[in-house]
């Protein structure tokens, strides 16, 4: 089953509250940018993913996954949503939701692109999204994260080396910025007792996945390079919101 949804943002929530999880196709997905702000920076925005510095936190000490990570502040201020960059701090995640990688505070390059109009228009839209799904919820805690898996011949890349997970917040947005070479990388979407809800493949610029992070789980399926002699890879920016103090 995929979860689809279509603009405006009132019924793409309102799906998101009712299965956990939705697909945003790249064209409504698009839109429903459009119209939360500019994304006259895209190009710049898209190119950034050739600056990523490899992780070197993964339990396997592989070398396909690169990122870089910076942290938000989002809060309704006077019936004004207001977002502010926090200074440079590590990733956490407790071993709870990362048995692999978790338990300690992971230090990244900083994204770059945090202050173009890209960036802003994209966290504004989970903003509004999210905030309409728990309306009590005056401040979150933001994080955005650039990733790129990488894939070569015999060399499968991972999205989600933990496997199937929750990432310990509120809501994630997962949004396909460019998939060069590559093939296989389903989404895949579970119940707590390991129960398939849905499948889908963001394969365009501009697809998206939506997830109820406390309520399903979700994980990558390995990438493969389609033409194993050409260079290969996944672009994908992932943001979480958190409510403050949860």
């Given at each position: 089953?995929?979860?689809?949804?279509?603009?405006?943002?009132?019924?793409?929530?309102?799906?998101?509250?009712?299965?956990?999880?939705?697909?945003?196709?790249?064209?409504?997905?698009?839109?429903l940018?459009?119209?939360?702000?500019?994304?006259?920076?895209?190009?710049?925005?898209?190119?950034?993913?050739?600056?990523?510095?490899?992780?070197?936190?993964?339990?396997?000490?592989?070398?396909?996954?690169?990122?870089?990570?910076?942290?938000?502040?989002?809060?309704?201020?006077d019936?004004?949503?207001?977002?502010?960059?926090?200074?440079?701090?590590?990733?956490?995640?407790?071993?709870?939701?990362n048995?692999?990688?978790?338990?300690?505070?992971?230090?990244?390059?900083?994204?770059?692109?945090?202050?173009g109009?890209?960036?802003?228009?994209?966290?504004?839209?989970?903003?509004?999204?999210?905030?309409g799904?728990?309306?009590?919820?005056?401040?979150?805690r933001?994080?955005?994260?650039?990733?790129?898996?990488?894939?070569?011949?015999?060399?499968?890349?991972?999205?989600?080396?933990?496997?199937?997970?929750?990432?310990?917040?509120?809501?994630?947005?997962?949004?396909?910025?460019?998939?060069?070479?590559?093939?296989?990388?389903?989404?895949?979407?579970?119940?707590?007792?390991?129960r398939?809800?849905?499948?889908?493949?963001?394969?365009?610029?501009?697809?998206?996945?939506?997830?109820?992070?406390?309520?399903?789980?979700?994980?990558?399926?390995?990438?493969?390079?389609?033409?194993?002699?050409?260079?290969?890879?996944?672009?994908?920016?992932?943001?979480?919101?958190?409510?403050?103090?949860?």
């Amino acid at each position: 089953m995929n979860a689809r949804c279509t603009t405006p943002v009132r019924p793409l929530r309102e799906s998101l509250l009712s299965t956990g999880f939705v697909f945003v196709g790249a064209t409504d997905m698009r839109a429903l940018l459009a119209d939360s702000g500019s994304l006259n920076d895209w190009h710049d925005f898209e190119e950034s993913w050739n600056n990523l510095a490899f992780d070197a936190y993964l339990a396997d000490h592989g070398r396909y996954r690169r990122r870089r990570h910076a942290v938000f502040t989002a809060r309704e201020v006077d019936g004004r949503r207001m977002l502010e960059r926090e200074p440079h701090q590590p990733h956490f995640q407790s071993l709870e939701y990362n048995a692999l990688q978790g338990g300690i505070e992971r230090w990244f390059d900083p994204i770059t692109i945090g202050d173009g109009a890209s960036l802003r228009t994209i966290l504004s839209f989970c903003h509004e999204l999210f905030s309409g799904a728990k309306p009590d919820t005056n401040t979150w805690r933001v994080e955005t994260h650039q990733f790129r898996i990488e894939a070569g011949d015999g060399k499968p890349g991972q999205p989600t080396p933990e496997g199937v997970h929750r990432d310990g917040v509120d809501f994630v947005l997962v949004l396909m910025i460019r998939r060069t070479n590559i093939a296989q990388g389903t989404t895949t979407i579970h119940t707590r007792d390991d129960r398939l809800l849905g499948s889908f493949t963001l394969s365009a610029p501009f697809d998206a996945a939506l997830v109820d992070d406390q309520r399903v789980f979700h994980g990558v399926t390995a990438v493969e390079p389609a033409d194993p002699a050409r260079p290969a890879h996944r672009d994908v920016l992932v943001v979480t919101f958190k409510r403050d103090g949860s």
